[in-house]
């Protein structure tokens, strides 16, 4: 892989963003989510409550089917809150009409899944060049984007392959361009290093980090590996549907 990810810079960084990094980025309050199917009740976030500042790097750790997928659903607006607030830069996401959270998710966020969720019918490239979408670039320069990223992770040369002709780990880097692709605001990132091998694992979390630094993006970095970043600026720990406050903040 290629040292560094030297991207030519798109303004993602949302005016309000910019306007005031001082502010927190995230804040939750009372937060609950509990799945309900067939009768069945199963209570995941029992009142979480947090701010989270702009431009950090933020750890989450916790036991599986603690509800850390959960907490990045939500962040993402993927999955709405059945009572307390989910705000991001400003949007109250338990209560936005649905036309704000696409925008919000358009426009801000990256998200790099647990299970990649990739188009299996778009090749890598057209995997990551759909991130681009809304974007207001060329063709040309939205290809020449993502074939950057692609091979800042590695991947130059598989960029026309199905996922299904990818090895799970590649599959993962093709999830981590995509979400890098366009600088978001907030990355939320679901063991992104899962399925990686310990140096392929660095490079990512390498990259991720320049990100924040050289957009002031904000991470979410859920993971099973305490020891992933030498150096976050938070660490949450998930743990009986709320968060271990006893961990310190930054
Ligand atoms: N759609 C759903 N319907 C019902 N239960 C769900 C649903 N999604 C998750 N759960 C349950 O909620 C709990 C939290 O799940 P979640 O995926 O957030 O855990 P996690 O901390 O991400 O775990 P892992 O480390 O294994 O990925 C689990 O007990 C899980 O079985
Ligand atoms: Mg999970």
Redesign the pocket.
């Known amino acids: 892989m290629t040292a560094t990810m030297e991207l030519a810079p798109v303004r993602l960084v949302t005016p309000s963003a910019a306007a005031d990094r001082a502010s927190p980025i995230v804040r939750l309050a009372g937060v609950v989510r509990t799945?309900r199917?067939g009768g069945l009740s199963?209570p995941?976030l029992k009142g979480v409550s947090l701010t989270l500042s702009r431009g950090r790097l933020h750890m989450v750790l916790?036991?599986?089917?603690?509800?850390?997928?959960?907490?990045l659903n939500l962040l993402g607006g993927i999955d709405r809150a059945d009572a307390g607030d989910v705000v991001v830069d400003g949007l109250n996401l338990t209560t936005a009409p649905n036309r704000d959270v696409v925008r919000f998710r358009r426009e801000q966020l990256g998200f790099i899944f647990?299970f990649y969720n990739l188009m299996p019918t778009l090749t890598a490239r057209e995997n990551v060049e759909l991130a681009l979408e809304h974007q207001p670039l060329a063709a040309s320069a939205r290809r020449a984007r993502a074939d950057e990223v692609l091979a800042a992770v590695g991947l130059q040369d598989f960029r026309d392959r199905f996922p299904g002709q990818l090895s799970g780990g590649e599959q993962q880097r093709v999830a981590v361009a995509r979400a890098l692709v366009r600088r978001p605001a907030l990355l939320l990132c679901?063991?992104p290093t899962g399925n990686l091998d310990s140096e392929s694992g660095q490079h990512v979390v390498m990259l991720i980090d320049t990100l924040r630094r050289e957009s002031g993006t904000t991470a979410i970095v859920?993971t099973?590996n305490p020891a992933l970043f030498s150096a976050p600026d938070r660490v949450l720990h998930?743990k009986d549907g709320v968060i271990d406050e006893a961990c310190g903040h930054a």
């Open positions: 799945y199917e199963t995941v916790g036991a599986s089917g603690s509800g850390k997928t959960t907490l647990q679901d063991e859920v099973h998930i």
